[in-house]
């Protein structure tokens, strides 16, 4: 079957560097997208990774090994409003998207 | 991006009874999604409707619980039908952003559906 394993929640602190990672099994790899969710509200596009490597997007890079199964994203210079759910999802061989359960990512001050 | 209007934003309903959402967008896109998100877990995708044919319905959700309708490239509908507690959740729509290949989707701000 396919699945993407991601941590649960998270607690990190204002200013600091935090990893989500995600490790995924699917039929197929057309790419690996993040998301961002706020409480009660849609999720919002953050990346997408189809090859090996790192992205950067100002405070927010997404890292992929496709050999590995394996993607994080790295947060920098964290503040308040980075409190959210962060999802993982993957693109298959037919094109259909396989999410993650999503990690919840608390920041202290 | 596309800009993705849904609506009702919220709704609670009685148990047996029937909500259509309204899912509306700016621009022609050729697939749009529907998914229900249950409180604390990930999104499910419910079907995929493309314009002019009949939806593609995920694993575990049927057209007679979940009619849908995509009578052109901007708009679609959602029909919960004789609801239960059990439906109670998010539900969003979503679409692609380009064509081709792998492109992000965007979602709608859902609808927050609560069956008493």
């Known amino acids: 079957g396919q699945n993407i394993d991601q941590p649960t929640e998270m607690t990190a602190t204002e200013g600091a560097i935090v990893q989500i990672n995600c490790t995924y099994q699917t039929s197929g790899f057309n790419g690996l997208f993040w998301y961002q969710q706020h409480a009660g509200e849609a999720p919002t596009f953050l990346s997408y990774n189809v090859l090996d490597g790192l992205e950067e997007k100002g405070r927010f890079s997404s890292f992929l090994s496709r050999s590995k199964g394996y993607s994080y994203l790295l947060l920098k210079e964290l503040q308040m409003k980075d409190s959210a759910s962060y999802l993982c999802a993957v693109m298959d061989s037919n094109y259909q998207l396989i999410w993650g359960a999503g990690t919840k990512l608390i920041i202290k001050p | 991006s596309a800009v993705i209007s849904q609506k009702p934003s919220r709704d609670i309903c009685q148990r047996g009874t029937s909500l259509t959402i309204q899912c509306q967008v700016d621009?022609?896109?050729?697939?749009m999604f529907w998914y229900r998100q249950q409180p604390g877990q990930s999104l499910t995708l419910i079907a995929t409707?493309?314009?002019?044919?009949?939806?593609?319905?995920e694993s575990g959700f049927v057209i007679d619980k979940f009619p849908i309708s995509r009578p052109n490239l901007t708009f679609s509908t959602l029909t919960v039908s004789n609801m239960s507690p059990e439906d109670s959740s998010i539900y969003l729509c979503?679409?692609?952003?380009?064509?081709?290949?792998?492109?992000?989707?965007?979602f709608g701000d859902g609808t927050r559906l609560s069956i008493l």
């Open positions: 409707a493309n314009q002019g044919s009949e939806a593609t319905y």
């Open positions: 621009s022609q896109v050729t697939m």
């Open positions: 979503s679409v692609e952003d380009g064509t081709g290949g792998s492109q992000p989707q965007h």
